[in-house]
């Protein structure tokens, strides 16, 4: 699952498409967050303005009405001398004595009562007496925790206080109201004279918001998972164009020129991709077609010449007998025979890499070849005193063709017999790997090739400054490259393993070598 996960989001279009939804997200987000704000926000702040308007009007109130109006006020609190009720256990007190005491107090002072909240809320302290609407219901603050009244008098500030009461009901119990009030004082003579909280029912705005709210969070979702579905979708669609161009690729690089890209003909992006990568194809395929003209043409025009060249060659050196002259043609001729399997050897490397022989891949165990490669090598290891040693698995397929596996391995044999010193060994080992793969390798122990050098030998002519006097045309790791890429197997050369590393105490000048074509797992078809 998480396999299939990671794929997903490797694939470009769904990462870009999952971007814009997220964009596309924060951009709603952003968008709704402003509507919150010009609705809930401002219906607040308009709250607050409301009631800092009220304080003013009543500071106005006293400032013209004089002392006589703070008295007054004083007496009005005189008849209720008691503590705001702002904790828990108001809340207590009020479902222990019951609710008929505090209706009656609210219906006494004809305060609004029954279905209908309180618009306005109010709470004033005069000396030590209490009054207002909220006197005698309980309150809870809420918020930072401030206060129902503020108990310091140096400060002239109003203070803003979130507050939940208890709304009594007819034939209910009571019920939660919010509301949002400022808390301040009535000044006299520049003195507090009273200590005043006007406020507004707030539980329909509040209310509204949590709505407002939950609708952005679940828009905003909605609106993600739906970019996610959408992104999964249109990458699926994708990415199976993009497949079949993939396929494409892996076929034509097999050698098949005769594969051509799938068209919908809807002239859209991928439609004209495929249209010029088909008539790029058309393209090579005419080129590779004059190539192999070419190379036939070449072959039939030099390999006969060259063919003739060697048999006279022979011949006058057979009618020479023991003549030194004799000496010089049977070398001429060797010359004539390294030329003719030079031009067959660059023959056989391009046609496999223009991917003829594929179609003779089949199923097969390797050991019954390698057995025989086996055989047939072990004395020629003893002539060059080498010690060999073979050790095949059995009961392992890959996909491949008899001639080409042999000569495959043959030329990785002759190399390591070439290049081991005497008194060298030399392994052939088949394995099966971990995932279903085969890997046939040869090892050997001696001077092994540089690290940077292991995929330049494998280019055709390319030949080492230690090798140039040995015999050969440095094609041998070229034809392997070319019959590994053939079969879709892995060409790889690493120091042997199975010698002991420098900083262990091993030969640095002999390393060892191993060349170890790696071949797929076989998917047989039911």
Known sequence: MFGSIRKLYRNTLFRLSLLGALLFVLSLFV????????????????????????????QDFYDAAGKDA???????????????????NARQ???????????????????????????????????????????????????????LLPEEQGDTRLTRVELIYLLPQLDADPVDRRARAMAGYIYLNNEPAITILVGRDVENIERTGERVRTAILTSSGIALLLGLLSSFFVSRRFARRVESFNRLATDIRAGNLDRRAPRNYSEDEMDLLAEHLNAMLDHISRLMQAMRYAGDSVAHDLRTPLT?????????????GDKDEALILYEAAGDADQLLSTFDSVLRIARLEAGERREL????????????????????????????????????????????????????????????????????????KRGGGVEISIRDNGPGIPSWDRERVKERFVRLDKSRSLPGSGLGLSLVEAVADLHRAEFVMSDNEDLLPVEKGGDPDRPGLKAALIFPRVKLEN
């Open 70 to 88: 703070v008295e007054r006020s004083r007496l009005v609190g005189l008849l209720s001398p008691l503590e705001p009720m702002t904790s828990l």
């Open 308 to 320: 003739r060249l060697r048999t006279r060659l022979e011949t006058a050196a057979v009618e020479l």
């Open 31 to 58: 968008a709704l967050g402003y509507i919150y704000y010009a609705t809930i926000e401002s219906e607040f702040l308009r709250v607050d303005r409301a009631n800092e308007a009220e304080i003013a009007e009543l």
């Open 361 to 432: 891949l089949k199923p097969l165990d390797p050991k019954p070849i390698l057995d025989d490669l086996a055989e047939l090598y072990e004395p020629a290891c003893e002539d060059a005193g080498l010690s060999f040693r073979a050790s095949v698995a059995s009961k392992t397929l890959i996909l491949a063709d008899r001639g080409l596996l042999s000569q495959a391995v043959s030329n990785l044999l002759e190399n390591a017999i070439k290049y081991t010193p005497r008194d060298g060994s030399i392994d052939l080992v088949s394995r099966k």
């Open 93 to 147: 007190i009020y479902h222990q004595n019951g609710a008929e005491t505090v209706n009656n107090l609210v219906i006494a002072r004809g305060l609004p009562y029954g279905d209908q909240p309180y618009e306005r809320v109010y709470v004033m302290r005069a000396g030590t007496g209490i009054t207002g609407n909220l006197a005698q219901i309980p309150v809870e603050t809420t918020g930072d925790g401030t206060s």
